[in-house]
């Protein structure tokens, strides 16, 4: 199995920025893509961004020229620079690996835009 955990989460103005941060644990399975996912309450979860073996990264439209995705020369960090927050990116934030094995999550982050 593969253990991640997501930190960076907090408060932030609107216009003000974040930086979320992923760390999953070694493993010998073979991990193709990594994720970000968020869920506000009374919405479902939304993919946000997907970074593949090769550094290539697919945005949803809301975030797209904001949010940028991220890993170290490690492989064993993720990070998702968030830029120009808006309330609606209130949500918390969840990593995510897709594996040959499955797909394996973490515990989620609380990213809060103020007003």
């Known amino acids: 199995q593969v253990q991640l955990v997501e930190s960076g989460g907090g408060l932030a103005q609107p216009g003000g920025s974040l930086r979320l941060s992923c760390e999953h644990s070694q493993t010998s399975v073979t991990i193709y893509a990594m994720h970000w996912y968020r869920q506000a309450p009374g919405k479902q979860r939304e993919l946000v961004a997907t970074?593949?073996?090769?550094?290539?990264?697919d945005y949803t439209d809301s975030v797209k020229g904001r949010f940028t995705f991220s890993r170290d020369n490690s492989n064993n960090m993720g990070y998702l620079q968030m830029n120009s927050l808006q309330p609606d990116d209130t949500a918390v934030y969840f990593c995510a690996v897709s594996t040959t094995a499955g797909k394996f999550w973490g515990q989620g982050t609380q990213v809060t835009v103020s007003s």
């Open positions: 970074i593949n073996r090769g550094g290539s990264v």
